[in-house]
């Protein structure tokens, strides 16, 4: 299994940063084919905000190119999301997702969530 835990979540201003973080575990992170953050805004369904495959490629949805970054560290087992100029509207909690491929199941894993508040 996998299990996902992130933190960095905060209350700042427009235009601060925040960088967030996913540490993941478990048993079959071997089986991990790619990474993602979702947010979840007060009231909506959760959206994608960004992904990073197993080697490396990140893609972003159009609202967060150029404000947000992902990346990954394996050596501590750690997906990262540098979130800078921040929008009131990127307030929400703010969720990590691995996609497992194993034993030919496929399985999405998601943390409990880190909140995100951009105050004006």
């Known amino acids: 299994q996998v299990q996902l835990v992130e933190s960095g979540g905060g209350l700042v201003q427009a235009g601060e940063s925040l960088r967030l973080s996913c540490v993941v575990s478990?048993?079959?992170?071997?089986?991990?084919?790619?990474m993602a953050w979702y947010r979840q805004p007060p009231g909506k369904q959760r959206e994608l905000v960004a992904a990073i495959t197993s080697g490396g490629t990140a893609t972003y949805t159009d609202s967060e190119k150029g404000r947000f970054t992902i990346s990954r560290d394996n050596a501590k087992n750690t997906v990262y999301l540098q979130m800078d100029s921040l929008k009131p509207e990127d307030t929400g909690v703010y969720y990590c997702?691995?996609?497992?491929?194993?034993?030919?199941?496929?399985?999405?894993?998601w943390g409990q969530g880190t909140q995100v508040t951009v105050s004006s």
């Open positions: 478990g048993t079959i992170i071997f089986s991990i084919t790619s």
């Open positions: 997702n691995a996609k497992s491929e194993y034993s030919w199941t496929s399985t999405n894993y």
